[in-house]
């Protein structure tokens, strides 16, 4: 499908920490479609998801909670240093995220379509899908400061997390456009209005 045949998007990135969730919910307000990659994959995984059923054939119960949902740390527990096991799990998740992903996209009513993906600057089918790439940054202090703030994982956790990513300075050679969220969220959000214009007028051309 060429770009022509579906919204403007703008694919959204950054590092754990970075701030993300906040600036696709300020987008939201602003009354435009996101669609969220890690959204697609939480519903995947639910109780019910659709993907349970080949994660249960592919590891077994033991990665499975008692309401049927995957469970996150025993399954990240089998993954984190096992890559055969991390690429078997993408390998189920990954093709059913990206279709739930354009189904979302081509349904969307908005100026623009917003692609948060926490991977965007790693995987080519989610770079080939964007027309711009936005990238939220802040210095990788700030974001250990704000996991360890969050989730009261140690700073070498954050640090282990943050290296299975691509790197700050990759991210921002990839972009096309940034938004700096070293501050508060309302100099965040006075970079978003002006970037919500410059898209508008992008996608209308």
């Known amino acids: 499908m060429s770009k ?13 920490g970075s701030g993300k969730s906040a600036a ?10 996101i669609v969220d990659a890690d959204e697609i994959a939480h519903a995947l995984t639910a109780a019910g998801g659709k993907a349970m059923q080949a994660i249960r054939e592919a590891f077994g119960d033991t990665v499975i909670t008692h309401e049927g949902a995957l469970d996150r ?5 089998r993954a984190f240093n096992n890559e055969e096991v991390r690429l078997r799990l993408e390998s189920i998740l990954h093709p059913m995220i990206r279709t739930e992903a354009h189904h979302r996209t ?12 926490p991977l965007l600057i790693e995987s080519n089918h989610w770079r080939e899908r964007c027309d711009r790439i936005c990238v939220v940054d802040c210095p990788e202090e700030v974001q250990i400061r704000r996991v360890q703030r969050r989730s009261g994982l140690t700073g070498e956790e954050v640090l282990a997390i943050m290296n299975t ?6 991210r921002l050679a990839a972009a096309d456009d940034v938004l700096d969220n070293s501050a508060d969220l309302a100099a965040l959000y006075e970079q978003i209005d002006m970037l919500h214009q410059h898209y508008i007028e992008l996608a209308t051309e």
């Open 106 to 117: 081509l349904a969307a009513q908005s100026p623009y379509v917003v692609l948060s993906a």
């Open 24 to 33: 696709t919910d300020y987008f939201s307000r602003l009354g435009i479609c």
């Open 165 to 170: 990513q691509a790197s700050r300075s990759e």
């Open 73 to 77: 740390v025993a399954m990240r527990a």
């Open 4 to 16: 022509r045949d579906r919204p403007f998007i703008v694919g959204l990135t950054g590092g754990i």
